[in-house]
C-alpha cells in the first residue's frame, strides 16, 4: 500500500509543484492595515448611493406617466426596493371592487 501511495503521489508532484508556483506571489496575499476597510466601506457607500438615486429618478420617471405604469396607488413594477403588494389586485391586475 505504502508503495502504492508513493507512486500516486510521484504523479501528482508536478501539478502541486506548478500550483504552489502559480499561487505563491506576494500579491496574492491578503491586505494587512485599515486602508482597504476603509476603502471598501467607502465604494459600499457609493453603490448604495447610486442604486438607491437611480430607483428614485426611475420612480419619479414613473410617476410622470402615471397611466402606464400604475393600477390606481399602486405600482406595476417589480424591483426589490420599491415593489408594492395589495390584496385587492388579481393575478389578471383587475381590482376586485
Request: aromatic letters at 14%; charged letters at 20%; one cysteine or more.
Amino acid at each position: 500500500m505504502n508503495n502504492f501511495l508513493a507512486s500516486l503521489k510521484m504523479k501528482f508532484e508536478p501539478a502541486v509543484s506548478w500550483h504552489k508556483a502559480v499561487t505563491d506571489k506576494a500579491w496574492l496575499a491578503p491586505v494587512k492595515g485599515k486602508n482597504h476597510l476603509i476603502f471598501a466601506v467607502i465604494m459600499i457607500a457609493l453603490a448604495v448611493f447610486a442604486s438607491a438615486h437611480m430607483r428614485h429618478w426611475q420612480f419619479d420617471q414613473w410617476n410622470s406617466e402615471r397611466d402606464s405604469y400604475f393600477l390606481g396607488d399602486t405600482p406595476l413594477f417589480t424591483t426589490t426596493w420599491l415593489c408594492r403588494c395589495r390584496s385587492d389586485i388579481t393575478v389578471s391586475g383587475l381590482s376586485d371592487e
